[in-house]
């Protein structure tokens, strides 16, 4: 599975790059069709409180799922959107098996 990690307005530290490719290996554990993954970081309005948007793109053959969240930290972001693509890979693995 190819990761393209973007962060826009900003400079990713290696620590949160790691922890990205971590959850998002969770994801190809969970299904080997996942051709390629990006995820985006963008911080949208500096010193405010959830001012950090996460997207998550997975593309699939047949299909590109995406998950997007705007929390506090990258980190909670990150989780969430893996989360609900979980949950959209395990819908589509039941649409294949049809």
């Not at 971590?22 to 996942?34: D, F, G, R, T």
């Not at 500096?46 to 950090?52: D, I, Q, V």
């Not at 997207?55 to 047949?62: C, D, N, Q, T």
């Amino acid at each position: 599975m190819e990761l393209k990690i973007q962060s826009i307005r900003f400079d990713a530290t290696e620590k949160l790059n790691a922890f990205i490719q971590k959850k998002v290996a969770k994801l190809e554990k969970y299904s080997e069709n996942i051709v390629k993954t990006e995820v985006s970081l963008k911080v949208v309005k500096p010193e405010t409180a959830n001012n950090k948007e996460t997207s998550v793109h997975v593309y699939v053959p047949g299909a590109e799922l995406h998950a997007e969240k705007i929390c506090d930290t990258f980190e909670e972001g990150v989780d969430l959107c893996v989360e609900i693509l979980l949950r959209q890979l395990e819908k589509y693995k039941e649409k294949q098996k049809k």
